[in-house]
């Protein structure tokens, strides 16, 4: 086991332009004005060439990860003046590690605050104060460490260090914990090598808190994992199973004493003094017990086939079976890579052999599951299959053949639904793809915010991609991958005025019409389904009035991207307007009225329906909620309109990550 005393990071001397974004302008002033003073004394001092500076700064561990910097200078700046403080967070969530580092200006303030602060408790947790040690040989050799064990709950770390303490000077000191209870070990790590001799001298074997303690030197996780190799190699300790219950301990004994001379036998039994079917011989001799090994497993014992081998501790059993177990399963993974396919958004009457029959066009089946809640068919009927999760999977003979399955079925009705066909990926993949694609949205849109507000004391204007900025024609902006979405999705009735920064009525973020010569496609005479109006178009001369002013042609003022019958009909026309409204009004939203509409149509058709859902639930954030739902597959919005729960259950997670958005940006 290795020691946790030192930090296995390196302490950086942290400058000045440490990060501020946690300290207050008058602490900055502070710091600004310890340092400025310590530049003129060290000017008017000067420090011979040969003499070597002793370092001043302080590590500071085991800090509750909501402690940052303003708090660290609040509590050492009462000692002296402080030079920088770093608390050291993840690259990439920007989440405290757990420990800082504190600069003085000068090693006596150092020691003040070493020996005045250490162990305060900071947000419930006590902080563990040591030098901070740039040399990571000095960390590493393990002179000076000791390893304690057998110590008693209530020993925590001062505890430890006051006991200890009385036999030299300590560098660090900690017992280990689990969730706030100690482990019952710890590490002491002394200055030099006489010390540790001398604690382990006066209290290996003596009683704290009416427990007898171990104390030695610390020995590193390597050291100790080859000892366990060659124990391993001369084991005396054999461990038996799958006896009966029946058998006595002395006849356990009885049949392995013929092996050699036995120091110890134990069968486990319960309460009652029943066997437990297992136990223990501890022979004197390595041979003896691998003989015994040799000759008694698998072999049969009234009528009980034996299971003998070498005793093994419980995490090196855990260890072993884990491992196998990780094996299987890569050994599973690398078979079926490739070949394996993922299908959501299926039927409930969909079963096993309908799923087959689908997909056997495209090749040979080796398997094909529609994954079902047993728990739920169980409980109305043993022999009864439960109902469908809505998802399975389909394995295919060659990587050629799901390939093909994948680029067919991948989007096509199936039943009444669209169904999602993928390549099947393990559940930690998937997760780990999700973080690196929020990590790198996140670091883009950091990178993005100090370009956007240098400009002034105004936030500039958000361009979205595809639409023209104020005044009809212009440059198109690309799209900005960093940009959060903000879909402008209004309750029905409500006007709806274009400006820039917000998206094109009818299309979500991301999702915009091509642009030609700065106007909507859909100006031009088309079809009755066409967008934006276009059908009144026909009956009016050009240059007259479209729409508010500033509004693009072909996007008038009303609702959603397509234009409703006013009763004000454009003559002949007035009919093409009102086949625009596929979605109709309170009606239901079915997969083949949403196939048969325009592609350019489908997700405003879903946005229609879906944002009153919305909106019932959560008023506040409908718009952007709406907005952020549209990017999902139609089939999957489909399943949404259809399943309460499910909508539910989305809705409460885009609240969850508005909220913390909302919260990152305060901060």
């Given amino acids: 086991m290795s020691s946790p005393v030192v930090p296995a990071e390196a302490a950086p001397i942290v400058t000045s332009g440490a990060p501020a974004n946690h300290l207050s302008l008058e602490q900055q002033q502070q710091i600004a004005a310890a340092q400025a003073q310590a530049a003129q004394a060290a000017h008017f001092a000067p420090v011979p060439a040969a003499a070597p500076t002793a370092s001043a700064s302080l590590y500071i561990g085991e800090l509750d990860p909501s402690v ?21 967070r993840d690259a990439v969530t920007r989440r405290s590690l757990g420990y800082a580092y504190v600069n003085f200006h000068n090693v006596a303030d150092g020691e003040r ?30 002179t000076g460490n000791i390893f304690i ?35 019952g070990y710890g590490f002491v790590h002394y200055e030099t090598h006489e010390a540790a001799e001398n604690a382990i001298k006066h ?47 002395d006849e356990v004994e009885a049949l392995f004493a013929k092996y050699g001379p036995i120091t110890s036998c134990v069968v486990a039994s319960d309460d009652s003094g029943r ?12 041979e003896d017990a691998q003989r015994a090994v040799d000759e008694l497993h698998d072999s049969d014992y009234k009528e009980k086939k034996l299971f003998v081998t070498r005793a093994q501790k419980k995490n090196e059993r855990e260890e072993e079976l884990k491992k196998q177990y990780e094996q299987q399963k890569m050994e599973k993974l690398s078979k079926y890579q490739g070949v394996n396919l993922y299908i959501k ?45 809505g998802f399975g999977f389909v394995c295919f003979s060659s990587p050629d053949e799901a390939t093909k399955a994948v680029t067919e079925m991948n989007g096509r009705m199936l039943g009444t639904k669209p169904i999602y066909v993928a390549l099947a990926q393990r559940k930690e993949v998937r997760k780990s793809q999700l973080e690196a694609q929020m990590a790198q949205r996140s670091q883009l849109r950091m990178q993005q ?20 900025p104020q005044g009809g024609r212009g440059m198109v902006y690309p799209g900005q991958p960093g940009m959060m979405p903000r879909p402008r999705w209004v309750a029905p009735g409500q006007p709806q005025q274009m400006h820039p920064g917000a998206p094109m009525p009818g299309y979500p973020m991301g999702q915009f019409p091509p642009m030609g010569q700065g106007r909507p496609r859909g100006t031009g005479p088309r079809s009755g389904s066409q967008r934006g109006g276009a059908a009144g178009q026909q009956g009016r001369p050009q240059g007259s009035p479209q729409g508010p002013a500033g509004a693009p042609r072909g996007a008038p003022g009303g609702r959603g991207g397509y234009t409703r019958n006013t009763g004000q009909g454009r003559g002949a026309n007035a009919p093409a307007a009102q086949t625009a409204t596929p979605a109709g009004d309170g009606n239901v939203l079915t997969a083949a009225s949403l196939a048969a509409a325009d592609p350019d149509q489908q997700k405003q058709m879903v946005g229609e329906h879906l944002y009153p859902k919305i909106a019932a639930r959560q008023p506040d954030f409908a718009g952007k909620i709406t907005g952020m739902l549209l990017e999902m597959d139609n089939g999957e919005l489909l399943h949404l309109l259809e399943d309460t729960e499910a909508l539910d259950a989305k809705v409460e997670e885009a609240v969850a990550v508005l909220k913390a958005h909302e919260a990152e940006a305060e901060k």
């Fill in 275 to 286: 066997s437990k079917g297992f136990g223990f011989i501890n022979f004197e001799n390595h």
């Fill in 449 to 468: 915010i100090p370009g956007q507000m240098g400009g002034g004391m105004y936030p500039p204007q958000l361009f979205y991609p595809g639409f023209p």
């Fill in 345 to 389: 958004n299926l039927d409930d009457d969909i079963d096993d052999e309908r799923l087959r029959q689908e997909f056997s066009v495209y090749g040979v089946i080796t398997s094909a599951k529609v994954m079902r809640d047993d728990k739920l068919g169980a409980e109305e009927d043993e022999s009864a299959k439960g109902p469908s999760k």
């Fill in 203 to 249: 209290v290996n074997g003596m009683l704290l808190n009416d427990k007898k303690v171990f104390v030695g030197h610390h020995i590193s996780k390597k050291e100790r994992q080859s000892k366990v190799e060659e124990m391993k190699a001369k084991f005396t300790n054999v461990y038996i199973k799958n006896l009966d219950p029946e058998v006595s301990q």
């Fill in 68 to 88: 940052n910097e303003a708090m660290l200078f609040e509590m050492f700046n009462s000692v002296g003046p402080v030079a920088s403080i770093r608390v050291c």
């Fill in 113 to 142: 605050a070493l020996e005045s602060l250490n162990y305060t408790v900071l947000k419930g947790r006590a902080c563990r104060i040591m030098w901070s040690q740039r040399d990571p040989a000095l960390r590493k050799t393990g």
């Fill in 149 to 183: 064990k057998n110590l008693d709950p209530t020993i925590d770390n001062k505890a430890l260090h006051d006991t200890f303490s009385a036999f030299g000077n300590i560098l660090s000191c900690k017992v280990a914990t689990e969730d706030g209870v100690s482990k």
